[in-house]
Each structure stands twice: as C-alpha cells, then as structure tokens.
C-alpha cells in the first residue's frame, strides 16, 4: 500500500506562483512513477507532469516551461512547482503514484485545490 498526502494548494493571481507537494508513504520501493493530474469541474483528470523513479520527466505541453516536477527522496516527497499560472490552470490536483508489483497499481492522493484568478 502507498499513501499520498498533497499540500499546498490555494488563491493565487494569474501569473503568479504555487507549489504543491505530495509526501508519500508505505511500500514506496514498489513505486515506479509519480505525477500530478489535475481535473476542472466538467472535465476529465489529465496528466500534468510526471517523473520516473530514474529521474525522468515529462510534462503535458499545456504546461511546459511554467512547472518543474521535482522530488526529494530523503523526504519521500514529490514537488510541483507552478509559475505564471493562469486561469485556465484552475482545477483540483492530484498527486499519483504508479507501483509495479504482481500488477501495476495506481494510487491517488486526495487533491487539491488550485484556483487561479484573472
């Protein structure tokens, strides 16, 4: 089992910055990736950034050049740093966990809030 606890979400004005972090714990040798997708009232949950457990990053090209994914292991923590936020960026984030074991599995944090005003 993996548990995802995200913080950090909140008001902000367009072209301002958030960031997020989502602190992990339970069986995190078993996790292969991790990400943040985001969902606006109506719409489905999309990827936003995701980062391997070799480093490697990629980000939904909505979001590219504005937010960083990051993590620091010695805190078991996963970052999403967001700048020149936008209206449009509006939307519940949550973080993800993918562990890969007998099958691949999916965790997901509770969410949080982002809402960025014009």
């Known amino acids: 089992q993996v548990q995802l606890v995200e913080s950090g979400g909140g008001l902000v004005q367009a072209g301002g910055s958030l960031r997020l972090s989502c602190a992990v714990s339970g069986s995190i040798l078993s996790i292969n990736a991790m990400g943040w997708y985001r969902q606006a009232p109506g719409k489905q949950r999309d990827l936003v950034a995701r980062?391997?457990?070799?480093?490697?990053?990629n980000y939904a090209d909505s979001v590219k050049g504005r937010f960083t994914i990051s993590r620091d292991n010695a805190k078991n923590t996963v970052y999403l740093q967001m700048d020149s936020l936008k209206p449009e960026d509006t939307a519940v984030y949550y973080c993800?966990?993918?562990?890969?074991?007998?099958?691949?599995?999916?965790?997901w944090g509770q969410g949080t809030q982002v809402t960025v005003s014009s």
């Open positions: 980062i391997t457990s070799r480093g490697t990053t």
């Open positions: 993800n966990a993918v562990a890969i074991s007998s099958s691949i599995i999916n965790y």
